[in-house]
C-alpha cells in the first residue's frame, strides 16, 4: 500500500487549497479512506472520509469549508480546502480505511503535505 499526499502550500488566510493523494498497491475503489491532520504536540485528527459507496463525514471545522472527493478511474483522493484559517496549519495525512465502510480504523501511510495559512 502507498499513499501519496500533495498540494500543500504556504497560503494567506481565506485562501484555498487542494490536495491530492495518488494510491497504489490495494484496490482503490473498494475502500474508505480519509484525510487527517497533525500539528506539532497535538494528537492526529480526522478531517473528512469517505465511504467506497461514497458517503462523507466531516470533522466539525470542515464542515462547509472542505471537500473531500475521489476519482476511482485514477485511484486519486482529494480534499478542496476553501476560506482556510491559521487554525489549519498541519501537515495534512491521507489514509486507507480497513474496509469500505466509513466507520472503520483508518491506516496512515506516506509523509503527508504540510499546509500552512498565514493570517
Known amino acids: 500500500v502507498q499513499l501519496q499526499a500533495s498540494g500543500g502550500g504556504l497560503v494567506q488566510a481565506g485562501g484555498s487549497l487542494r490536495l491530492s493523494c495518488a494510491a497504489s498497491g490495494f484496490p482503490f475503489g473498494g475502500y474508505a479512506m480519509g484525510w487527517y491532520r497533525q500539528t506539532p504536540g497535538k494528537e492526529r485528527e480526522l478531517v473528512a472520509r469517505?465511504?467506497?459507496?461514497?458517503?462523507?463525514d466531516y470533522a466539525d471545522f470542515a464542515k462547509g469549508r472542505f471537500t473531500i472527493t475521489r476519482d476511482n478511474a485514477k485511484n486519486t483522493l482529494y480534499l478542496q480546502m476553501n476560506s482556510l484559517k491559521p487554525d489549519d496549519t498541519a501537515v495534512y495525512y491521507c489514509?486507507?480505511?480497513?474496509?469500505?465502510?466509513?466507520?472503520?480504523?483508518?491506516?496512515?501511510r506516506g509523509q503527508g503535505t504540510q499546509v500552512t495559512v498565514s493570517s
Open positions: 469517505i465511504s467506497a459507496g461514497g458517503n462523507i
Open positions: 489514509a486507507k480505511g480497513r474496509s469500505g465502510t466509513l466507520y472503520v480504523v483508518y491506516d496512515y
